[in-house]
């Protein structure tokens, strides 16, 4: 198991996952929550169901990392490290193993022993915690909810936040009495969690997003757009440059801007899908506009409309059809 110093380590370059196994009503969701509240770093959480009722199966999953950059992903969460299963029932209908690396943690609420569970999951690769948290949350909070109790055993496990943290947490979602007997049953799960490790560690860096790169500020387009807006205009780097992309063709009207009505209020510039609109600087160091692109302008007719001061008309580009001159 790995030491409280050497998971912070592995938390400013890698994203750790994590995934709920739930039924509803059991509080899967909370749970995932509560991780994100309690951990001192980045963290986003998201459910997964569908219209379920009380006692379906759902899912819940979360993301930690000291690097905010590694937990910008609201995708299903198919590659844990530490997965929680807050009912036994769940090994038998859902896969819950699904996607865990060799090396990581799967933690059940249930009386079985690693070997039982082993057979049930098909893996002997995992390091393996139970906790009888359906007994915890009978004796100490009444009912069958078995969230809070699941996540002291994901503290005793994996490190990711303290006690004192978790109860933080707690304390700002729950009040009274209600907080205070969670914050009891934490404690008691920690302290009586079995523990089967295989001496393996999973590799948190294989399952770890890599930090945002669709998008690079230097990419050509970005800093050399043309009035087009949407083509690159570099052709030693893209062989077909804009002025050749004729698309003002493709619309069956003109539209035609007056200099004398336009209030330079600019809102068919902004209106525009295709940054058809010219503007242009003045001396006073303000934008105006100054015409509209007709070899771009799809007379998609989005200006005219929008135009509070009736500044820009159409003219259909097509004249009126001719009878057919006899031979």
């Given at each position: 198991m790995l030491t409280p110093e050497q998971v912070k380590n592995i938390l400013k370059e890698n994203c750790i996952n994590l995934r709920f196994h739930a039924r509803g009503g059991q509080g899967g969701v909370t749970a995932s929550n509560l991780c994100v509240e309690a951990f001192y770093g980045y963290g986003v959480c998201q459910p997964r169901f569908g219209a379920e009722r009380m006692g379906s199966p759902t899912e819940s999953y979360v993301r930690l990392s000291a690097d905010y950059n590694l937990v910008r992903d609201n995708s299903a969460v198919y590659a844990p490290h530490f997965v929680s299963v807050l009912d036994p029932s769940l090994l038998t209908e859902v896969d819950v193993t699904a996607g865990v690396p060799h090396g990581g943690w799967l933690i059940v609420n249930t009386t079985m022993n690693q070997l039982e569970i082993q057979d049930i999951v098909k893996r002997k690769d995992?390091?393996?915690?139970?906790?009888?948290?359906?007994?915890?949350?009978?004796?100490?909070?009444?009912?069958?909810?078995?969230?809070?109790?699941?996540?002291?055993?994901?503290?005793?496990?994996?490190?990711?936040?303290?006690l004192d943290e978790l109860a933080d947490a707690i304390l700002k979602r729950f009040k009274g009495?209600?907080?205070?007997?969670?914050?009891?049953?934490?404690?008691?799960?920690?302290?009586?969690?079995?523990?089967?490790?295989?001496?393996?560690?999973?590799?948190?860096?294989?399952?770890?997003?890599?930090?945002?790169?669709?998008?690079?500020?230097?990419?050509?387009?970005?800093?050399?757009?043309?009035?087009?807006?949407?083509?690159?205009?570099?052709?030693?780097?893209?062989?077909?440059?804009?002025?050749?992309?004729?698309?003002?063709?493709?619309?069956?009207?003109?539209?035609?801007?007056?200099?004398?009505?336009?209030?330079?209020?600019?809102?068919?510039w902004f209106i525009c899908p295709d940054f058809a609109i010219l503007r242009k600087k003045g001396e006073d160091g303000l934008w105006h506009m100054s015409g509209i692109d007709t070899i771009h302008c799809k007379s998609c007719q989005n200006c005219l409309e929008i135009c509070p001061v009736q500044a820009i008309s159409k003219k259909l580009k097509q004249s009126p059809a001719s009878c057919a001159t006899p031979e």
């Open positions: 995992l390091n393996i915690a139970t906790i009888d948290a359906t007994r915890i949350a009978f004796d100490i909070l009444g009912r069958n909810i078995t969230n809070t109790i699941i996540l002291g055993a994901l503290v005793r496990v994996s490190h990711l936040v303290t009495a209600i907080a205070g007997k969670n914050v009891e049953a934490i404690k008691q799960a920690i302290e009586e969690t079995c523990l089967y490790e295989t001496g393996n560690d999973p590799d948190f860096s294989e399952n770890t997003k890599v930090p945002y790169q669709q998008v690079s500020l230097g990419l050509p387009g970005y800093q050399e757009l043309d009035i087009a807006g949407v083509w690159y205009c570099d052709e030693d780097v893209i062989e077909v440059g804009s002025d050749q992309v004729i698309t003002g063709s493709w619309g069956e009207y003109d539209m035609i801007w007056d200099e004398e009505k336009c209030t330079d209020c600019a809102q068919c």
